[in-house]
């Protein structure tokens, strides 16, 4: 039986697409202007906290926490920290195959060249915005997070969504880019750890009692 606050985790996933739809049909431009008449792709606090979307602070920290727990034989501690490497490691390659596939423009593009259009099976990182790879990282990192510590889930998945949304405010991605890979990013966290109990059950972790 699934667990009452993953299901809710699922309908969040569905909402985020429909709003990343409704987004990309009506918002995304005159958000992007928006945030562009602020001057806030200037501001110093949005241009370093939107680094924490980055997989390598999120995986290298885990992959220590994962060494050192399992040589004092901490086993719960270093069965989350895999499902943190396995969860941000898989939704990074899943949205770096997404972002080639669609080839949805940046910004920066809207702004320089008065485009927002699409160029599928394209490199480049102006033609490689859709989904937000930040915001899929911020999102898998806070759903393994939320499962691990439910005392406090109610904060993990806000926070992981504002800095989401710091994509969006520094001209990196439309709102539906960040939208859409927040969702990825809590299904792919949902889905390692649903594998994780079919496939090898007795071995998955436990969340934290206090």
């Known amino acids: ?23 990309h049909l009506w918002a995304d431009v005159p958000v992007a202007q928006a945030v562009h008449a602020e001057g806030l792709v200037r501001n110093a606090i949005l241009q370093w906290t939107t680094e924490l979307g980055e997989a390598v602070w999120w995986l290298v920290p885990a992959a220590i926490v994962f060494v050192v727990a399992a040589l004092r034989k901490q086993h719960n501690l270093a069965r989350w920290a895999f499902a943190m490497i396995a969860a941000v490691g898989v939704s990074g390659l899943i949205v770096n195959g997404l972002k080639f596939m669609i080839g949805k423009s940046r910004p920066k593009l809207l702004f320089e060249e008065n485009r927002l259009d699409y160029s599928p099976f394209t490199h480049g990182h102006a033609v ?3 989904p937000s790879g930040h915001a899929t990282t911020c999102a898998a990192a806070a759903m393994i997070l939320a499962l691990a510590l439910p005392r406090w889930r109610a904060f993990f998945l806000p926070i992981g969504f504002a ?15 960040a939208c859409a890979g927040f969702a990825l990013g809590i299904a792919t966290a949902l889905v390692t750890m649903e594998v994780w109990r079919k496939r090898w059950g007795s071995s998955v972790p436990t969340p934290r009692a206090s």
Do not use: K, Q
């Not at 039986?1 to 987004?23: G, K, N, Q, S, T």
């Not at 989401?164 to 539906?176: D, E, F, G, K, N």
């Open 163 to 177: 800095l989401a949304l710091t994509r969006v405010a520094i001209h990196a991605h439309y709102l539906s880019d």
């Open 128 to 130: 490689n915005g859709f």
């Open 1 to 23: 039986m699934i667990d009452p606050f993953e299901r809710r985790a699922w309908y969040l996933v569905y909402a985020l697409l429909c709003a990343a739809l409704l987004a």
